[in-house]
């Protein structure tokens, strides 16, 4: 240990370790242990660093049980990602929406910055579970959430889309922009006619400027919950966007195995943010987890649709094992 430097004598090298065993054994503070040996506290400081560079004090991160940061850490190098969490569920597909809803919120609480803009697509299981686990934030940081997707399935649905929007903007503090409309429409004419509402525009300027966008990833088999709520995309458009290659969705952009966009006449049916700016946003985090989405969680970080992934822990080791 002394030869690795060359610099240190046995008696500084005892000197070193004694100090580290007062900092890191005894809790002692560095002025303390200056006084009590009679050193300068600058020393007591470059001693401890020195006792960090010989290997005398080493720093081990042991994380508890259910925490995967190893895992994690693949995920990320893997596909490029800013941040990856993993989470255990029961395996059941409800337990696994619910747990990846609350490691979210914990995510979302701790990392929203002050004057964030939130692009929140609003009506998946996901999204609805991550709002029902968040807790209002004790200091404004939102400026706004904005809703980047109109509602999908039956009015119902809808009107729960923009609640949605209402309670997130609600804990984060920011002003909430809907879009209050059907995120799917039957004629390019029609969604050419709803964009000229003022408050439309005034919406869809805002995709434009959002730090952050918060999704679901839908696959090309609905959830359960869009079953129930009236999936808005009918056997036939499904069948062409599966045709082509589609295995996914985020925001109904829908996207093949690799990532890429399909181009359809679907997309023009979309009342929604654009591709273009969604990918351009800076920080774009998706909730999604189970076998179902498999196919489509993957292809989605192929294409870089989101670079924050909250996925359960299944899920995130058949990602890294994928050839």
């Keep these: ?17 004694q100090v580290a065993r007062m900092y890191h054994e005894q809790n002692m503070t560095q002025p303390a242990i200056a006084e009590q040996l009679r050193i300068s506290q600058s020393r007591v400081s470059r001693w401890l660093k020195q006792a960090v560079e010989l290997g005398i004090v080493r720093t081990v991160v042991l994380p508890p049980e259910g925490v995967h940061p190893e895992l994690e850490e693949q995920l990320v190098r893997r596909y490029g990602l800013r941040q990856a969490l993993v989470v255990e569920s029961s395996g059941d597909e409800r337990s696994t929406m619910w747990a990846l809803g609350a490691a979210a919120a914990t995510y979302l609480e701790a990392t929203l910055a002050n004057g964030a803009r939130v692009g929140f697509s609003s009506w998946s299981e996901t999204l609805l579970a991550t709002v029902d686990s968040m807790v209002p934030l004790k200091h404004r940081r939102a400026e706004s959430i904005v809703q980047i997707m109109g509602g999908v399935g039956q009015p119902e649905a809808q009107l729960k889309a923009t609640e949605l929007t209402f309670r997130l903007a609600r804990i984060a503090g920011g002003t909430p922009m809907f879009l209050p409309t059907p995120g799917i429409v039957a004629t390019p004419s029609a969604r050419e006619a709803l964009f000229q509402d003022p408050n439309v525009v005034e919406t869809a300027q805002a995709w434009e400027r959002l730090t952050d966008v918060l999704v679901g990833i839908g696959s090309v088999t609905p959830s359960p919950l869009l079953q129930v709520s009236g999936n808005a995309v009918s056997e036939a458009q499904m069948r062409t966007l599966r045709e082509l290659g589609a295995v996914g969705d985020v925001a109904m952009r829908f996207f093949d195995a690799d990532g890429r966009p399909i181009d359809t006449e679907f997309n023009d049916l979309v009342v929604g943010i654009g591709v273009e700016a969604l990918l351009k946003t800076p920080r774009r985090v998706g909730i999604a987890g189970g076998a179902r989405k498999f ?16 996925t359960d822990l299944d899920t995130a080791q058949a990602l890294v094992a994928d050839s």
């Design 1 to 17: 240990m002394i030869g690795r430097t060359g610099n240190e004598s046995r008696d500084s090298v005892a000197m070193i370790v």
């Design 295 to 310: 196919e489509a969680i993957r292809g989605a970080l192929r294409g870089g649709w989101v670079d924050v992934i909250v």
